[in-house]
């Protein structure tokens, strides 16, 4: 997949930063920050950019920091980007730091997307290789350096631990000393890469520990909210209530007069308060008087929503992908099942609310925040601000949670970012803060949708299957249309409908894609999400009517999908998998779902308490190719596991005429630790690319849940959450 | 407005600010201390977790003015073998993902040892109930602290 911005200013930076960048390889890196070469400001700090002097710094304190051009909200980037560099430098896992890289296209861009952006949980499998080369061009040029500087054979060089040593002569050295003269080297244009069985860190147990955790676990670790530039002003914008709304008038008489509150400005997207911090711009906000005028905007209910998305669903959709004969099946007798699936809007809610800061001195600007899609960012900024975009640096910098929320293809809050300084004009720095119901209520939800699934089941096998989606798109009108929309529809609203892992004769998926007015984005495994659920329950439902017990019968129906296989067996030997159900009162339930080309099972026991199900215990196998840090592996399913139990158990946002109803944790609730069941993982070895790891353990979870509490004789859940009465 | 003088970390601070304003940005905005974080403002999360005389409170939804002579503790000023034991635990156990909750997890961890050093799972899901991870850390919160306990016991 190679995918392309269409933006006239992301190309022009990218043409701009390529002729730069190609004047010459050594400290001819080129990064926009207030036009400074990066290179320059690694040599002010006594550091040496060293060859692909892009993405490393040597400093003279032998300190190796790898700059991620991914963003590290708590996935693990930082750590992955440099356990694959230090295995190629044979550097010592101590001397490594991690550090964003800043906003540029060329060097930066994500092999996978063709621009600067993290998503898709594809950090891993589209740095693999080139962040192996950068570690073993940097100890090639090392190593040439010793070499001279030594006056003996590079061949009977060694590199170990972060010490470069000639044995016979007894000559060693860190890497700092060399690494002035290590610059001086030509750049190995293909330097070879240690075969696998020679890894020390790739895919060791306890070789690395996570380079972030020591400041995440004593506050140090900086967020966009905690930056206090002198002279930054708090802004917080008073949005419409429904999305499509404008401001018709307002009155600011009572804000004005609080004091620290600055000035009050009209911006495209509503009101904004300036204030000196938080509480004042909040206070302020709150005696602001809007009047709005919905006339262009969303103003239908969930209820309204559910209900002309079944009558869409009675018929059949564009078609996405047939097999065989559906209807002719169904003509033919045997035993037809329906069930229709419904799945709320779900918000990200990440722990930190969406913010940004910017600094617009006139004729240039800096930026800084948790850009999840730096190149798109970038160019919007430079466009509000009126700025050539060589004239604007941006850089990401560490983030409280995404889960997709981040990944702003639309780029509203750059836009909103830039708009704000705007409106106040250049020399004062703006921190924009959406407060947790602004975030909540501010829309980018994962889209409602419908499921209504057919099947048929005779002599004990399931020969019909049909999935009619009913779902708003994503990417439709984005810079990233082309990425995902085929022959007009989005593949973010089918995937894994359209491609289930059962060998089912007569198939088909169509797709109603409908337009809302409300802002979607993609959450946490995209159309997975939903997806993975309705085929994981639906084919959980035909296998108990075919009589087959639920991994039996699935791997009977995988023979051309050895990794589901692979996975489900894992799955099934982790937990012992003996049937579903297991003692009194407790029953199993389990799934496999492959998203981002990475295949996760789960088993789930749980019993039913007085308020719903509790889930005790899940057991969970990944298969994501070559597993780079099995620990953040561990971790990702973990905390995957979790976020989808939170989001099944009490997740929704209902729209009232229009209004997103749920505002905070209150309303919309999330797991707690005494909800968080033991969770059990086992990596499958793999020898094949390596895939990401963020996003998959999502999916099956739900499924799992619905398909063990069949097993206790109650319904499969159709319509999500399962505990509405506990949300909104 | 109004001035207050708040001791935090044993250190004195004053601020002049609106007497309803919530300990955590007189910390954040006006002290200047940014390890305490925001994330709900409504006592729901407990990112915002400090100690006032030594017990954990919501400094979302504390007025300032509420405080009086009450000693404050920050994350930056968390000392004592408890918090040196959690944080130790965390980072062995790589417990954080994207840290944003962290501050409180730590602050409230740390407060549950000082209070019951060999804490059952039971009483962690007691006292970490109202600290929120969003990227649901909690199997690494619950072994980490299990963790820190054992090397109390040492």
Redesign the interface.
């Known amino acids: 997949m190679n995918l392309h911005v269409k933006s006239e200013a992301a190309a022009t930076l990218s043409r701009r930063s390529l002729l730069k960048a190609g004047a010459g390889f050594v400290l001819a890196t080129y990064v926009a920050r207030n036009g400074i070469a990066y290179a320059q400001d690694a040599a002010a700090a006594k550091s040496v950019n060293i060859a692909p002097n892009t993405f490393l710094v040597i400093g003279q304190d032998d300190t190796v920091t790898v700059l991620c051009k991914h963003i590290e909200?708590?996935?693990?980037p930082f750590t992955g980007m440099a356990t694959l560099v230090a295995e190629e430098l044979d550097a010592d896992w101590a001397q490594m730091r991690a550090d964003h890289a800043p906003s540029n296209p060329v060097l930066y861009k994500n092999l996978a997307f063709g621009v600067q952006g993290t998503g898709g949980s594809s950090a891993i499998a589209n740095s693999y290789e080139q962040m192996r080369k950068v570690g073993a061009a940097a100890r090639a040029m090392l190593v040439a350096a010793a070499a001279d500087e030594w006056k003996v054979p590079a061949e009977e060089i060694t590199v170990e631990k972060g010490i470069i040593r000639h044995t016979s002569s007894g000559k060693q050295s860190g890497f700092g000393a060399l690494a002035a003269k290590a610059m001086q080297q030509p750049v190995p244009a293909n330097p070879p890469l240690k075969d696998p069985s020679a890894f020390r860190l790739i895919g060791k147990d306890g070789a690395v520990?996570?380079l972030?955790?020591?400041?995440?676990?004593?506050?140090?670790?900086?967020?966009t909210?905690?930056i206090?530039d002198p002279g930054t002003l708090?802004v917080l914008v008073a949005r419409s209530p429904r999305f499509g709304g404008k401001v018709a008038s307002f009155d600011a008489a009572a804000a004005k007069a609080v004091?620290?509150v600055i000035d009050v400005r009209e911006v495209p997207n509503g009101v904004a308060v300036y204030a000196?911090?938080?509480?004042?711009a909040k206070?302020a906000r709150d005696l602001l008087k809007i009047s709005w005028d919905d006339s262009k905007a969303e103003m239908r209910g969930t209820a309204q929503l559910l209900e002309e998305f079944r009558a869409r669903a009675k018929k059949q959709g564009a078609l996405v992908k047939q097999e065989g004969d559906v209807d002719a099946e169904i003509a033919k007798g045997g035993r037809l099942i329906e069930t229709e699936f419904v799945f709320p809007y779900l918000a990200h809610?990440?722990?930190?609310?969406i913010n940004a800061f910017l600094h617009w001195k006139g004729d240039t600007a800096s930026a800084r925040y948790g850009s999840q899609f730096p190149t798109p960012d970038h160019a919007v900024i430079a466009q509000v601000l009126g700025l050539d975009i060589a004239k604007v640096d941006l850089k990401t910098i560490?983030?409280?949670?995404?889960?997709g929320r981040r990944a702003q293809q639309s780029t509203h809050v750059a836009l909103e970012l830039a708009q704000v300084a705007k409106a106040i004009g250049p020399g004062r720095p703006v921190k924009l803060v959406w407060?947790?119901e602004d975030d909540m209520r501010g829309g980018y939800y994962r889209p409602f949708s419908l499921h209504r699934m057919r099947g048929v089941v005779r002599d004990g096998k399931i020969v019909a299957w049909s999935d009619t989606i009913v779902g708003q798109s994503i990417m439709k009108g984005s810079a990233f249309e082309a990425m995902t929309m085929k022959n007009g529809l989005d593949s973010t609203a089918y995937e894994g409908s359209n491609e289930i892992p059962y060998q089912v004769p007569n198939f088909r998926c169509d797709l109603h894609q409908v337009d809302v007015g409300v802002p979607v984005l993609w959450w946490r495994s995209v159309g997975h999400t939903h997806t993975g659920y309705a085929v994981e329950a639906f084919v959980d439902q035909l296998l108990e009517a075919a009589g087959q017990d639920p991994v039996e019968g699935r791997l009977a129906m995988m023979a051309d999908k050895p990794r589901h296989a692979g996975v489900l067996k894992a799955v099934a030997k982790l937990a012992d998998w003996k049937g579903a159900k297991v003692e009194a009162g407790r029953a199993r339930g389990v799934a496999v779902v492959e998203s981002f080309n990475t295949f996760v099972a789960q088993v789930v026991e749980l019993s039913m308490g007085a308020e719903g199900p509790v889930v005790h215990k899940v057991w969970c196998a990944v298969d994501c190719g070559v597993a780079v840090n099995p620990?953040?592996i561990r971790?990702q399913m973990?905390?995957?596991?979790?976020?989808a139990?939170?989001h099944i158990l009490y997740a929704q946002q209902p729209l009232d005429e229009g209004r997103p109803v749920a505002g905070?944790?209150?309303s919309y609730r999330?797991?707690?630790?005494?909800e968080?069941p033991?969770?059990e993982v086992v990596i499958v070895p793999s020898t094949e690319k390596p895939s990401g790891v963020g996003e998959p353990g999502v999916p099956p979870l739900g499924p799992a849940v619905a398909n063990a509490m069949a097993k206790l004789g109650l319904p499969r859940p159709t319509q999500l959450p399962i505990r509405p009465g506990d949300s909104a | 407005?109004a001035a207050f003088t708040l001791k935090i970390n044993g250190r004195e601070h004053q601020v002049d600010?609106?007497p309803?304003?919530?300990l955590l940005?007189a910390i954040?905005?006006?002290v200047?201390l940014?390890?305490?974080?925001?994330?709900?403002?409504?006592a729901?999360?407990g990112?915002c977790t400090v100690y006032l005389d030594g017990q954990t409170v919501r400094s979302c939804s504390l007025p300032v003015s509420a405080v009086g002579k009450s000693e404050v503790t920050?994350?930056?000023g968390?000392t004592g073998k408890e918090a040196v034991a959690v944080?130790k635990a965390?980072?062995a156990h790589?417990?954080?993902?994207?840290?944003?909750?962290?501050?409180g997890q730590?602050m409230s961890a740390a407060a549950l040892l000082g209070l019951n050093p060999k804490p059952t799972d039971q009483d962690?899901?007691?006292a970490?109930?109202?600290?929120?991870?969003?990227?649901?850390?909690?199997?690494?919160?619950?072994a980490a602290i299990h963790s820190a306990a054992k090397t109390l016991e040492g």
Request: glycine share 14%.
């Open positions: 909200f708590g996935q693990g520990t996570r972030d955790s020591v400041a995440k676990s004593n506050g140090s670790a900086e967020y909210l905690d206090k708090t004091p620290g000196e911090g938080f509480w004042p206070t809610a990440p722990m930190e609310p560490l983030a409280g949670g995404s889960f407060t947790r620990d953040i971790a973990e905390g995957g596991i979790g976020f139990l939170g905070n944790f209150d999330s797991l707690r630790i005494n968080m033991e969770v | 407005m600010v609106d309803g304003t919530p940005w954040r905005d006006n200047g940014t390890g305490t974080k925001y994330g709900c403002g409504v729901q999360c990112a920050t994350i930056e968390l944080q965390w980072v790589d417990v954080p993902q994207c840290g944003y909750c962290q501050s730590v962690i899901d007691l970490m109930n109202g600290n929120i991870c969003r990227c649901a850390t909690y199997v690494r919160i619950r």
